[in-house]
């Protein structure tokens, strides 16, 4: 008899829904396929009625099999739900073997008469192919999808890859009315579960004895109701990031007497075990490959922050990035080197152990890219990526050698999630906060003068720094002038550009620096004989990117920005100022940000200042209401018109 | 998506491995044409299909392309890759890498290729692959000598040359060749926009070559026309070609649609008898075709869904209408091959139509057939003295409207005697309609509240309708970050839809509230009494213009609000009355006070198609500008005194 679990998160009310509903395969009831919409969600275009999931080891003629079997019931409401009639199912074909379906039925549920209509899924609907070498794709479809009908399949998936457990996910884009999932495995070999998600998920432990081994098995069980649904959002880094899921990482395999490997479960053993892969360690041992090319680089200076520089400069020039992740290397580094191409780890790992050829305390970081989520728990396989930290008196400095525009502590944006892990050689790792410290600057002057006709010229200087100056050179270095132009025009209203000056596009330890000269026929607004002006002109904001009523997810701003805009406004000749908009401060709570808006009349000019900043990269859901509110006062404040009259 | 001659499109792609042993120039990047420079991020340095008709079932053809890439992004035009499938074996591939002097650094042979399942998200099954190399360059700029051979018993088409392959992207030397056995067949041909340019022809028994030279890059502008309507470009046909196991003789379309439906198209239409007593039941009584093509359009709305699977003849053949009625799913061939049985089957007549789907408008060649043309399926069901026009893909389409994705084209209707080129309907200028009357009050604090209502047809119908059966999160979305985005601080307090799908009609009414709508400056409220329908698509400046550029189907709008102004005020003064009429289109614009004291905003726009040379492009922009600024006109009232 199962037990109920998860006592903390079942939905007010909602429990007993699912009571007395008959699971078993091929039991659909009338009421099931009669119900029009989804109880708690009306708007949902299909529901998971039924969600089972049990993964178990088996042991046969020498061989350890993971089994998978899956059955699952889903009801689709309307049109947009017909989707979850198609199953895919990913597999492995590797050199352990091949991973095999078997036991696939699939019927669909429809009403006919006041009938239940069965109709079945047959070999014409199953499709294999392969996705490329070793990953085989297969999916079915289920016939006879009408709006309103029941779908229900199960198969086994038996898999010799008995080390990888695929994710148990227990959120997804539509509702699920009733979920069991289990896992066992003999005591030998030792998962340890890794948990993620805004919905708190526990299992229920039991040990069964065992039918493989000498002992019991370990059994995990979990069962929820009425779990609801989780779409993305605009701006959420990852949505898979608050699903929640539960990975079996494998830790441990002891087989008393006879054999023993260890994995990881905390972080020193992550460190060693990734220490001991070949793919890292030992790439990151070898250094006779560069030796002879990097010694006359580094005898120039014995300045360990010379040396840093030039070891960095040297690894971006020389190589180029295949645009493969992972903390491993693929071909090895020796081979990197030569080709001048590697993929992440070979350029970053070559780079690590230049550095410490040179004397320099440097050591992996081994980060999650945004795509791959976070990683909240020691473990070695929550990460795809590494860098290279620098343990300086002054604190940590990174460095990514696989673009580029890249700088010390400014990192392409798909490392900027959260937290890295630095791990030494001695075995011990500390966290690394991945947020930029610095927030990147926009400074802009402005002089504009107007016309009595309604005309504005004038000029402009910008200029950008640290992740803004890496994101225009990252944009733009390839983009000849004329192009560039016409998109910076086109994106400020139709100005028209003269005088272009683009300073420091290749020195990358600058700033970058435009100047021009603009002038635009209509910059003004003339209503009963008196002149509006929009005090920052084509500079202003007047979208506001939050418009939704509620958000649930926090919002990703990537890196810490601070903007600063000092114009100079000329007034027309035979004009004096009606109404200057009254100067105004707002902050967010928490020091999130701010924005001050002054302006000044002095004489024939009207001076205006504005600062914003938005102090962090990830700013949590509970804000969203003061975020837009903030917005919408920026941009308020903004489009208040300074009005000159005829003198 | 619904893209039934994927399998076989991939030969335009493909072709195969003489390598360029010619003068050694073309691998260095020293020097180069500057011409050829400009406006490019790779420039083809030399080009050459051959392709070879050994015999209409044995085809071989072989690609070299050399080309220098200057830049990150002109990496995208190396298309290192070559697609097949069941019915083409790649005979060899390779790529070599040439540094800046010309001396070659690197080579990949086949075994260095990725071998991958080239099916798109949207098809479920297909046999499609793609052989690709993951090639990352050390330096700037390099260039790379990239060759492949295919052999395919499939004739029926062969590859389509353009002389430039893509924007930003010029060709110093190109040539197209085909060799073919002139007693076994001959060749159609179609050139296009050739003039103006060094492409040279020669001609003679068995063989066929272009050659051209010097080709000067294009770079991309807004409303310029499909990229493959500007290039020059050559398409060929054989006359007698083979094809999956069947034979063809084809010199117009009458006999292309005679191949089609005899060898493709017949003895698949056959029903179980439940279903065509399932389907005689629903038509009992109706006597007229049109009403009974229209329930038969309507249960395959509802007891299909669409599916795409690219399996058996090379993606050109339906799956049969017994099979769809089994599964109830089917891809555009199937689906319509379907519906056509059922509607035969309560004696309605109707035609499989080939047609070149897209929300650009893409035209069949009137004189030059080819099974090369058309990605799509539709039916074209004759009536009285008119035809009816249904997609058999769409489960929410209305009857007899295809909408801008198979609208105003020329297709391929394939009747029992032979094919036809017809013309779908158009939905132009005035057709594309849409309505928008509202009534809203302007309060002191300058937010504003009120109703709605809009009325849509044509192809603003077809923009339109689907909310109907979007879920609340998706509608509030549509309004406030697409339709409405100009409005910051709106709210829908309620909607509510009418879909009239025998009018072709779509209804919605809103009640909303926009906070700080109004702009307050000191004692002054700045109002733009357009809230709800502004046009907003200026296209780019540029500061030379290329290309000519068009309007595809142009609209209509009508707007008429009642604005209750704030009691506070003084009243406005208002602008006057705004009239523009110019071959573009046509706008105007009046507010006035009635007697009840409110402000009566009247408006129209019109955006008529056509096709215009680049030296009308800045008016109209200009034109565009003005409609935009004018919908953001503003009054200012003025606060009464305080006393």
Redesign the interface.
Known sequence: MKKLIVSCFLLVGAASVSMGQNYKFGKVSEEEIEEKQHPLEP?A?AAYLFKERSSYFTYYNGEIKLITEIQERVKIY???G?DY??ETVYLRDGSEGADVVSGLKAVTYTMVDGKIEETKL?K??I?K?????GRI?E?F?L?????GCVVEYKYRITSPYYFYIPEYRFQLGVPIKRLESSFSAPEYFKFKPLFKGYMPVRPEVDKVSSQIVDGYNLVEKYELDNVPSM?GE?FVDNIDNYRSSVYYELNQIEIPGSYYKSYSHNWNDVTKSIYGYSSFGDELKKTGYFEDELNPLIAATSNPQERIAIIFNFVKQKM????YVGYGCSDGVRKAFK???GNVAEINLMMTSMMRFAGITANPVLVSTKSNGIPLYPTSDGFNYVICGIELNEGIVLLDATEKFALPNILPHRVLNWNGRMIRENGSSVEVDMTPAMSSKEVMNMQVKIDPQGAIDGKLRRQVTDHLAYEFRSNY????N??Y??KL??RYL?IEVDEYQLDDMENLGKPITETYSFHKD?GV?F??G?I?VSPLFFLTD???PL???KREFPLDFVYPKQDRFMINIGLPEGYKI??L?ESAALSLPDNLGKFTYVLKSAGNNVQVMVTSEINTDIVPALYYDALKEY??QV??KQ???L?LIKA | MKNFTSSVMILFIAMSSVLYGQEKSVYQSLSMNAELIK?S?ALVRYEKMEVDMKSIRDMEMKQVRVITVL???GLDDLKPYVHYNNGIKVKDIQMLIFDRTGEEV?KFKKKDF????A?SGGT??S?SRVLYL?Y????YPFTVEFSYEIATDNSAILPSWSFLSGYNLSTEESHYIVHYDPNETSLRIKESRLEGYDIHKEESEGYLAYSGKNLEAI?KEDLAPAFSKIVPRVEVVPKRFFYEGYEGDVSDWNEFGKWMYTRILSGRQELPPATIATVTALVKGVDDDYEKAKIIYKYVQ??T?Y?S?QVGIGGMQPIAAI?VD????GDCKGLSNYTMALLRAVGVESYYTHVEAGQSIDSFHAEFPSLAQGNHIILAIPYKDEMLWVDCTS??LPFNFVGDFTDNRRVCVIKPDGGEIMTTPSYLDENNYKLTKANYVIQDDGSISGEIDMTSNGIAYDNAYYVE?S???YV??YY??YYW??M???QIDSYSFKNDKDKIEFKEHLKVEV??YA????E?L?IMPNAFDRYRS?P????SRKLPFQVERGFKEEDEFIITLPEKYTMP?L?GAVSIANKFGEYHLTMEMNEDGKLIMKRSLLIRHGEYEKDDYDDFRDFC?KVA?YDVS???LKQTDKT
């Not at chain 1, 016939?143 to 709006?147: D, L, S, V």
């Not at chain 1, 180029?320 to 645009?323: D, I």
């Not at chain 2, 990725?114 to 399942?117: E, I």
Request: no cysteine; aromatic share 8%.
């Open positions: 708007d275009a309307n049109k947009d017909f009639a198609t047959e014409d609907g499709f192919e392969e996705i490329s070498k794709k999916t479809t016939p006879n999808i009408k709006e779409k605009a180029n990035w295949n645009e080709e001048g191409v270095f390839n983009v000849d004329e192009e132009l016409e025009e086109n139709g209509t607004e209503i009963d008196k509006y007047s979208e506001n418009k939704l009523d009606e109404t908009p917005f919408n941009i308020k489009s208040e018109k009005v | 406006n991020n830049n990150e992004e690197n990725k071998d991958v399942s099916v479920l099954y046999d993951d990352t360059p050390v330096s770079k509802e007891n869904r599916i699977v099979d089994k599964v109830k799913y489960q929410s059966d879920d609340d999160e509030n979305r406030k970050e985005k100009y910051n601080g709106l906070r700080n702009n307050k400056s000191g002054q700045l200026i780019d400046r540029y500061r003064t602008p500008k600024q503003k009054i200012v």
